[in-house]
């Protein structure tokens, strides 16, 4: 009781902690915004996509693999981020921000890991101007219309896990849609020449998120050698309250099917190799939004390997390195944006008993390029998780 | 920590922003958005000015007289004697003097050299309160003048001031008046000023008297003492009247204008706007106004009380119509110096718009009818200083095309969806 008692505190204190997350990509712009990936900072080093990973994880998409590791766990996943854009209408510049995909806790019980995780699942932050003309007083004037949507789509997941024998673990998740999102337009008159400045013009609509997703996966260790993981989610309709002073009105999205399949193969000790794949189809949602987006099928890879048996002042520092490709659902132009990422990472150990990691951080830093027929980005985006066990 | 530095990404792509909103001019009739109007006067006395008129016939009709006390003469002073040694001297003998008009040379209404007459008062008079008719007008207390405009005088003297030469005139005085003028508990001591020179009207800025002294440590020398003023004021005639069915702002005692304003809660036009939000009439909600004034139309008032200097209009809500004229009032709508109009506005420029803004306040009576159908509140229209100079400032009052309009900038947005 003690112990769920301390897992509760440190998931409060790290709830506390963490800021909202916030914008990293024009694409945030597009259709429903940009899919974030609730995954730790060693699955980003080795270009994996949050599935089939050796070792113990709090992770979403992976709902067997905490049932691998009966011990209390927690983690939590900052990610800033730098990006260089550059639109085909010439606006080119660089944005940077910081956001905070997961934060999990995991407490055994009945025989198997009860977790609770708040990940990211869209981010929704972009801003917008447009400068038109308007005739007062018998004058052209320029006005300015400022338009900023704020909010994002996140997750809370409540799932159980438990081992099936001693090479083999089952676990699913069951979801809440959380979130919100608010459109706030401006209108700037300037310095229209009339006695006095005119008073802006302002207007908001909130939109609250809700919904329901379910996660099945399943992993099995084969040998000591290998480790095959997969996974399904199956969502409901992502529903969009307005609030009540919104003139907007309440909206509903169609969310695909999202299935992941993993693999890691310890070729030699201290050599391993993980290659991963997500698929979700996005298609049904284009006939929910009402401004012609390109909506495209999801279909991601990656690839990585690590190197454990590296050390740094007696410690071990495993090193990794990856590769990802991936299509975006959606896109502000015409074509389906694509997405591709080296990334390169190390961990670090500061408990270790019987080649448990108690408490440690793993890092990676990851240089990719996102584009589409009208924008291109190139950014550079650091993880940094935090992960401590048995406490 | 630089990644924690947020800067939100910004696109320019006009497609990414919902459906512009439309901003239109409204312009709504007197009869759409005020009524009851009122012209109150009385507000302030001339004294308060601390500046003087003078006029006579002027535009036909105007005749003003300035009048002035001077302060106790100065009873001892600095004097070099025979042996080059300063000390002070209060042996002071007062063997004549002149008294000093300054004229503002801006304000004043002449085209050419006129003729000041400056007299001594002989009726005892009050600065409060002092008229044209009436030398004291206090509780239990009204003395008429003997004459009509401050008099009769001991005539002192007249000269000629030519405003191409300077901006002051003076008046010589011998020993016997300079010591009649010493007594500061006669309260009939006093000099009048009047203009002898016919449709002329001056503003008197300053007036002091300058007094040759004799000291007796150094009888060969003479020393000018300056004594300032104690107390101006100035009466005129004819007072003028109200207007009929008109706006009247300023003058002194200073009038004021009164309506009561209620803005419409819907709108039911222009057709631009009813296109745009799908159908009227639209209920107008404080946050779509982006501008209201009161716009009026300039007139030229009573040629003898036209404006030389810029006038300041000031707008402020009258707490209760039902106390007028001495209704409290709420804070000005229009900032510190008000809305500045200036002079050419209500002569060779009249029927020039002045719009005064009032936006906050049309805000705030939008916001405050939840639960009452159209409020009405009272606005009073007034210069900025009261009283501020003879002049006051003219306009139309409703009842034809010249009448006060109230301008409004909307901006209505369309209901903002997701994407």
Sequence with gaps: MKQFVQ?????????????????????????????????????????????GLWGSGLLPGDPAAAGMFIAPTAVIVGQPSWVDYDHESGNSGSIQGNRFPLLGVGYPAFSGMFTVSLSSFLDQHYKSQRSSQLHLRGEESEVTDFFEQDGSIGSLNLGYSRPLGTSAALGFNFGRYTGSVLRRLERDFGTVSLPEILESYQTSSRWTYSGTSLTGG??????????????????????????????????????????????????????????????????????????????????????????????LFGLAVPIRFGYRTGKLPFSLGSSVATERILSAGLGLSFSEVEDIVLGGADLAIERGRRSDSVLREEFWRATISLRVSGY | MAACQEESPTTLDADLLPKEPITIEIELPWEDFASDLEVFGGYGAPWELGTGVVANAFAGILDARTLVRFAAYPSVHQVRDTTGTTRPDSSLTFVGGRVVAFLDTIASITSGPVTLGLGAIQTRWDKRTVTWVAAVDTLNDLTPWPQPGAGPVNSIGTTVWDPAE??????????????????????????????????????????????????????????????????????????????????????????????????????????????????????????????????????????????????????????????????????????????????????????TDIEIPITAFVRNLLRDQDGVANPTKTLALLSVFEPISIAYASFHGPGDENGPVLRLIVTVGRAMELP
């Design chain 2, 166 to 351: 300077g901006d002051s005139a003076w008046f010589e005085l011998d020993s016997v008046q300079v010591e009649a003028w010493a007594d500061t508990a006669d309260a009939s001591r006093g000099a009048r000023i009047e203009l002898l020179t016919e449709n002329t009207r001056l503003q008197v800025s300053r007036v002091v008297l300058r007094l040759d002294t004799r000291p007796s440590s150094n009888p060969d020398t003479l020393v000018v003492l300056s004594v300032q003023r104690d107390e101006i004021s100035f009466v005129y005639d004819p007072f003028p009247e109200p207007p009929a069915n008109g706006i009247r702002i300023g003058g002194v005692p200073a009038w004021r204008t009164v309506l009561n304003v209620k803005i419409p809660t819907h709108l039911d036009g222009p057709a631009e706007l009813c296109v745009a939000v799908g159908g009227c009439p639209m209920e107008l909600e404080p946050l779509q106004l982006n501008y209201a004034a009161i716009t009026l139309k300039s007139a030229r008032g009573e040629q003898a009380f036209q404006p030389t200097d810029s006038v300041g209009l000031d707008v402020r809500q009258v707490l209760r119509r039902d106390a007028l004229p001495k209704a409290p009032l709420g804070e000005s709508l229009t900032g510190l110096l008000g809305q500045r109009v200036g002079p050419d506005a209500f002569g060779v420029h009249a029927g």
């Design chain 1, 7 to 51: 897992s509760l505190v440190l998931a409060l204190v790290i709830s506390l902690v963490t800021t909202p997350s916030s914008a990293q990509s024009l694409f945030n712009a597009a259709g429903m915004g940009l899919p974030v990936e609730a995954i730790d900072g060693r699955a980003r080093a080795l270009g994996n996509l949050g599935i």
């Design chain 1, 218 to 311: 399943m992993a099995v260790n084969l040998g000591g050698v290998a480790r095959v993981a997969a996974s399904v989610t199956w969502s409901g309709d992502l529903n969009a309250t307005a609030s009540d002073e919104n003139q907007g009105m309440d909206r509903s999205f169609s969310m695909p099917m999202q299935y992941r399949l993993g693999t890691s193969i310890v070729l030699a000790p201290g050599l391993m190799i993980t290659a991963s794949a997500v698929q979700a189809d996005w298609a049904d949602i284009e006939g929910d939004l009402d401004t012609p987006t390109t909506v495209g099928s999801t279909s991601n890879i990656g690839v990585g390997v690590e190197l454990s048996r590296a050390s």
